[in-house]
T-cell receptor, first 114, second 111 residues
């Protein structure tokens, strides 16, 4: 079946602009995750959605970052008033939501803030 | 606080050699450990997942081991090929859902 998809694949924006990144999880996966990967570094956890539970936003680096998810489908990560330090690859993953389950990753969105 | 470290940061070996990548973590209370491959400009490919109750997992030329008590995992690649060139990431499932990541080992296999 189809894997996790993300759009756009690349985004170049000017400092101060808002951007929206989209993630389509695997159908039937109740859990969805957003991660950020800066150049040469490991992934940083941003936010976690599980079904209709309140999301875990503990990884969001500032109040300029927000994310929404409609039911158990599409999620959007919004970055307001982008800064150069926001430049990174943003990765989305989904999973069944069962304990210890495997996360499946999308190809990521490469964000460059100029 | 769980921390994950990968050594070495980069590795270059001739084709055909067997090699070992290392991953260490500071808190042994994990759900599982996962090895991923990342190719430039592409997403992550899961290679092996070892549950906390397991000692190792094998897939083709890859073998991953887990020693929770010492906080270590190794990824063994047999008979390396140029196509194995990529960055290999180790991630620990520390809570029910959150993955804690190492910075990766960049592997280059020379033809």
């Amino acid at each position: 079946g189809a894997g996790v998809s993300q759009s756009p694949s690349n985004k170049v924006t000017e400092k101060g602009k808002d951007v929206e990144l989209r993630c389509d999880p695997i159908s039937g996966h109740t859990a969805l995750y957003w991660y950020r990967q800066r150049l040469g570094q490991g992934l940083e956890f941003l936010i976690y959605f599980q079904g209709n539970s309140a999301p875990d936003k503990s990884g969001l680096p500032s109040d300029r970052f927000s994310a929404e998810r409609t039911g158990e489908s599409v999620s959007t990560l919004t970055i307001q008033r982008t800064q150069q330090e926001d430049s990174a690859v943003y990765l989305c993953a989904s999973s069944t939501g069962l304990e210890g389950d495997e996360q499946y990753f999308g190809p990521g969105t490469r964000l460059t803030v100029t | 606080k769980q921390e994950v470290t990968q050594i070495p940061a980069a590795l270059s070996v001739p084709e055909g050699e067997n090699l070992v990548l290392n991953c260490s973590f500071t808190d042994s209370a994990i759900y599982n450990l996962q090895w991923f491959r990342q190719d430039p400009g592409k997403g992550l490919t899961s290679l092996l997942l070892i549950q906390s109750s397991q000692r190792e997992q094998t897939s083709g030329r890859l073998n991953a081991s887990l020693d929770k008590s010492s906080g270590r995992s190794t990824l063994y690649i047999a008979a390396s090929q140029p196509g194995d060139s990529a960055t290999y990431l180790c991630a620990v499932r520390h809570s029910n859902y959150q993955l804690i990541w190492g910075a990766g080992t960049k592997l280059i296999i020379k033809p």
